[in-house]
Every structure is written in structure tokens, then in C-alpha cells.
């Protein structure tokens, strides 16, 4: 998934390519892509800048944060990005991030590796605390039996064992 940037043709190229999920390495992670990749990209080049827009779109499967059920979750992103090589990248010590910074990445030796532009949008798109649904119950924290599907008659009123002396003198 490697772009050859020294072989653009002229200013303007189209990239509209399709991967299937087992060319990407996601062990590890949190989601699994269970559909396709499509990339629709046009690729310009300026010199040395590249500028990268177009849309990213594929499924993504995921457990609830809930009730650790499947879930599927739909990515259509729209991409612009502005790539810099490597070499510009001074890498201040400290300084603040301005809103033009937030769409600038960099690329080594006239190579885009395409694949970490897509999977930056994958990372992009699963919600911080994926859902089922937003009404979820989740699972029942004694028994563990999904409250989605079943009700279990499990009392869920704890109490800290450091303070059940002080509830002995209450009872009196």
C-alpha cells in the first residue's frame, strides 16, 4: 500500500483502489474490518507538498462498551491532508498546536505509506465508548447475563465492607 510519490505523472492523480481487510494488520486492536476497504483519492503534488483528499470507506466490527455484544460500524471519511517530508519536520520541544497543524503528516524518502492513512481513519471512527445502542443495559455485574436479552433477579446494592461496622450500630 506503499505510493511512489517521484513517479506522479503531472500535478493531479487519481487513486481509486479497493483492499480486502487481510492486507491490513490490525491484531491487536480493538476493532476488526469485516468489509472492503475503498480509497477514492486524488493526489497532488507541489514541489515537495502533497495534498491528499478524497474518502476512505469500509465496515468496522467492534464490541459494545456495555454488553460486549458485536457491533458493526460504518466508516465513510472524507479525506484532506497536507504531507510535508519528514526533513521539515523540526520538531520543536514545546509549542502550541495550531488549527493548521491538525491536518499536516509527513512521509520519508517520496514514499506514502497509505495504509497508516486509512488506518488513522479507522482509529478515528470508533466512538471512545462504542454502543450497541444508547438505551444498552449492559451486562448484569453479578451474574453477567446480557439485561438486553433477559432480566435477572440479581440485587445490585453493594455495600463497602470497611463501613458495615458502622451499619451494625445503625441496626441497634
Request: glycine residues 6%; charged residues 35%.
Amino acid at each position: 500500500m506503499l505510493l511512489d510519490l517521484s513517479r506522479l505523472r503531472g500535478d493531479v492523480e487519481r487513486i481509486d483502489r479497493v483492499y480486502e481487510p487481510a492486507r491490513f494488520a490490525l491484531t491487536d486492536e480493538e476493532f476488526r474490518l469485516v468489509e472492503p476497504v475503498h480509497l477514492d483519492v486524488e493526489v497532488r503534488k507541489d514541489a515537495s507538498k502533497v495534498r491528499l483528499t478524497g474518502r476512505v470507506q469500509t465496515t468496522l466490527e467492534t464490541e459494545c462498551g456495555r454488553c460486549l455484544e458485536s457491533i458493526r460500524i460504518p466508516v465513510d471519511a472524507a479525506l484532506d491532508l497536507l504531507l510535508l517530508p519528514a526533513s521539515d519536520n523540526k520538531g520543536e520541544a514545546e509549542g502550541e498546536v495550531r488549527e493548521d497543524d491538525l491536518g499536516v503528516s509527513f512521509y520519508r524518502d517520496e514514499t506514502l505509506d497509505l495504509g497508516d492513512v486509512m488506518r488513522e481513519q479507522f482509529y478515528l471512527s470508533v466512538p471512545m465508548k462504542p454502543l450497541c445502542r444508547e438505551d444498552c443495559l449492559g451486562l448484569c455485574p453479578v451474574c453477567g447475563v446480557n439485561r438486553n436479552r433477559e432480566a435477572c433477579a440479581c440485587r445490585t446494592d453493594w455495600v463497602d465492607p470497611r463501613l458495615e461496622a458502622l451499619k451494625k450500630l445503625l441496626d441497634r
